[in-house]
């Protein structure tokens, strides 16, 4: 659930936005996002709903302390995560490296200089397939960090795999149901970016992310909403972006980093 989270935020928000056009695109950037769930008024239902207190409980497991900034590195093929609050399992202040291409993502712990490896072998597109995508324009426009954005509706369905070896009560639901608000530019839509976006979209591997960022165009703004967080909505916004040039060691793990065990779902590298 860590990574899922980690991965979607990135590749809906971590958008190069500023103030003005730069002549180039530059050889990294630098953003900060702020992830946030937030209570909302439910449609009353139809029938008690079994998994109805789900959404509570995801709301505190995803953001326990409130709201999350986190600010991304991406540079060529590789990215950094600095989780500024708590964010699901994650210590306060952990750092998550990836490179493309690699079969995990390392994740650091300052506060006792120690790392684990996170498979990414099967990631959340692979595991669900190809959703159903509906992306509607509103017409809306809104400025966002100087930028010139357009909102858009869309809903998503993903059908829930059959795991071997793994029993589903026979009443919970085989498809997830997303609807949301997605506010993006297409300012930033040159080939000059194009090698950092494909360095956030084989980082995040989001089933329905080639829908919502069709034509170049890169979220700003999300707010997002399922079937199995009745009650609540994920939101997460772009709060300063910035190109930089960063030191090669900010990818790497310290030598002075001990690995440990990883929890439930890492892996073990050679």
Same mark, same amino acid.
């Given at each position: 659930?860590?990574a899922v989270?980690l991965?979607f *935020?990135?590749i809906?928000?971590t958008?190069p936005a500023a103030?003005q056009? =730069?002549?180039?695109a530059?050889a990294?950037l ?10 909302i008024?439910a449609?009353?239902a139809? *029938?008690? !709903?079994?998994y109805?207190?789900l %959404?509570?409980?995801?709301?505190? #497991?995803l953001?326990? @302390?409130?709201?999350v900034d $986190?600010?991304?590195?991406?540079a060529?093929? &590789?990215m950094?995560? !600095?989780?500024q609050g ?5 210590p306060?202040g &952990? $750092?998550?490296?990836q490179?493309? %291409?690699?079969?995990?993502m390392?994740?650091?712990n300052?506060g006792n200089?120690t790392?684990?490896?996170?498979s ?5 597109g ?7 995508v509906?992306?509607e324009?509103?017409?809306?426009t809104?400025?966002i960090?100087g930028?010139r ?7 998503e369905?993903? +059908? ?5 070896g793994v029993?589903l009560?026979p009443?919970f639901p085989? @498809?997830?149901q997303f609807? %949301?608000?997605?506010w993006?530019? !297409?300012?930033f839509?040159g080939?000059?970016?194009?090698n $950092?976006f494909r360095t956030l979209?084989a980082?995040a591997a989001?089933?329905?992310m080639?829908?919502l960022?069709?034509?170049? +165009?890169f979220?700003? +703004?999300?707010?997002? +909403?399922s ?5 609540? @909505?994920l939101?997460?916004?772009v709060?300063? $972006?910035?190109? #930089?040039?960063?030191n ?5 793990? =310290?030598?002075?980093?001990?690995k440990?065990q990883?929890?439930v779902g890492? #892996?073990?590298?050679?």
């Amino acid at each position: 659930m860590t990574a899922v989270l980690l991965a979607f *935020a990135l590749i809906m928000q971590t958008a190069p936005a500023a103030a003005q056009r =730069p002549a180039a695109a530059p050889a990294a950037l630098k953003a900060r996002l702020r992830l946030s769930v937030v209570k909302i008024e439910a449609p009353a239902a139809a *029938a008690p !709903d079994p998994y109805g207190e789900l %959404g509570g409980l995801l709301a505190r #497991m995803l953001a326990p @302390e409130g709201p999350v900034d $986190i600010d991304y590195v991406v540079a060529g093929d &590789s990215m950094r995560a !600095d989780v500024q609050g708590r964010l699901a399992t994650l210590p306060r202040g &952990s $750092i998550v490296l990836q490179r493309v %291409g690699d079969a995990a993502m390392r994740i650091l712990n300052p506060g006792n200089k120690t790392w684990y490896a996170l498979s990414t072998d099967q990631n959340v597109g692979g595991l669900l397939g190809a959703p159903d995508v509906q992306v509607e324009p509103t017409g809306e426009t809104a400025t966002i960090l100087g930028q010139r954005a357009q909102r858009f509706r869309f809903s998503e369905t993903l +059908r829930l795999p059959a795991l071997e070896g793994v029993t589903l009560p026979p009443d919970f639901p085989r @498809e997830l149901q997303f609807t %949301g608000d997605l506010w993006s530019t !297409d300012a930033f839509s040159g080939e000059g970016y194009a090698n $950092i976006f494909r360095t956030l979209q084989a980082f995040a591997a989001v089933p329905g992310m080639e829908a919502l960022t069709a034509g170049g +165009r890169f979220p700003l +703004r999300l707010h997002l +909403r399922s079937t199995f967080m009745a009650g609540y @909505e994920l939101r997460s916004e772009v709060t300063a $972006i910035g190109p #930089m040039q960063p030191n090669p060691s900010l990818f790497e793990v =310290p030598a002075d980093y001990q690995k440990v065990q990883p929890p439930v779902g890492g #892996m073990h590298e050679p």
